[in-house]
Structures are given as C-alpha cells and as structure tokens.
C-alpha cells in the first residue's frame, strides 16, 4: 500500500443525542410516578376497589418502563459523517450496528440548510444533483448550523486542497 492508496480526512465526526437524563434522573422521574401511584392505590384498596388500584399501579409500572426504554434506545444511536478523498461516507448506527450507509462524492456535494427566522436551521441536507441526504438530526439549531458551517468548510478545503495539488 503506498501514500497514493490512504485516503486524506478531511472531515469526521460522531453525532449523538443529547443525554438530558442521567440513570440517577430516570430513577427520580421512576420513583415520581411509582410513589403516587402506590399511595392512591393503597387507598383504593383501603376502599375496598382492588381492581383499580392493579391497574393505576399496572399503567405507572408501564410508563416508568417505557420512559427507560426509550432513554436507553436514543443512548445507542449515532451517527458518523466522515469526508474522505474518495467519498464523504454518512453511517447511521443503533445498538453497535450500522443500519445505514450513505456513500457521495464529493466533487459535486453541496451543504444546503433550511433555516427559520424564529427557530433557526431546522435541518442539514447534502445534495448531490437531485438526491438529498439529511445530517444532524439530532443536533440543536445552534449545533446544526455549526455542524453545516464546518461541514461546508471541509468540503471547500478538499476541493481547493485537489486544485493546488493537481497544479
């Protein structure tokens, strides 16, 4: 393998969710819900109407489930979004596998970004001719168009970088 076969880096990074809650968090918002509904259902069964009580505890149980579930899905998914010489390669990954891969070229890639005045860039796209690759979803508004804003400056590079080396 020569120098001439390794592709340059131009551009790579791991785009995650934001973790807004810690495992401590989710035991508190676990035990929040739990709590009241032990406490009603202690009351309900004080009443003498058990079959109630087996269902408010049966739905707290279920939203405490699906609240952990859910914050541990979005701590597995990622994606990557790497800008080579040969290509700019978009994986999007959940639980430790690829699901997705997006290969471009990018001579002819472009950064185009749909921003609102009062929200700011609601989403990133690369666009190749008429074929459109969404990036950063995951991201805030702030973050996105940071991301675009590096992602253009890369892709510039690159193609400058080629002019000068090919002169």
Known sequence: MSAADID??????????????????LALIGAGLLAPAA???????????WPASLFLCGEALLAVIALYWCAKRLSEQWECVRLTDNAL??????????VATERIDPTWA???RRIDRDYGCQAVFVRV?????????????PERAA????LENALHQRKTGFARSAA
């Not at 340059?8 to 968090?25: E, T, V």
């Not at 390669?89 to 690829?98: K, L, M, P």
């Not at 001719?129 to 508004?141: G, H, I």
């Open 89 to 98: 390669i978009v994986e999007s990954w959940d639980q430790g596998r690829v």
């Open 110 to 112: 472009h950064v185009e």
């Open 129 to 141: 001719r008429r074929r459109y690759v969404r990036l950063a979803a995951a991201l805030s508004p």
């Open 39 to 49: 406490i009603f259902s202690g009351f309900m069964i004080f009443m003498e109407a």
């Open 8 to 25: 340059r880096i131009w551009f790579d990074a791991r785009i995650a969710p934001n973790q807004a809650m810690s495992r401590r968090g």
């Open 147 to 150: 991301f675009a804003q590096a």
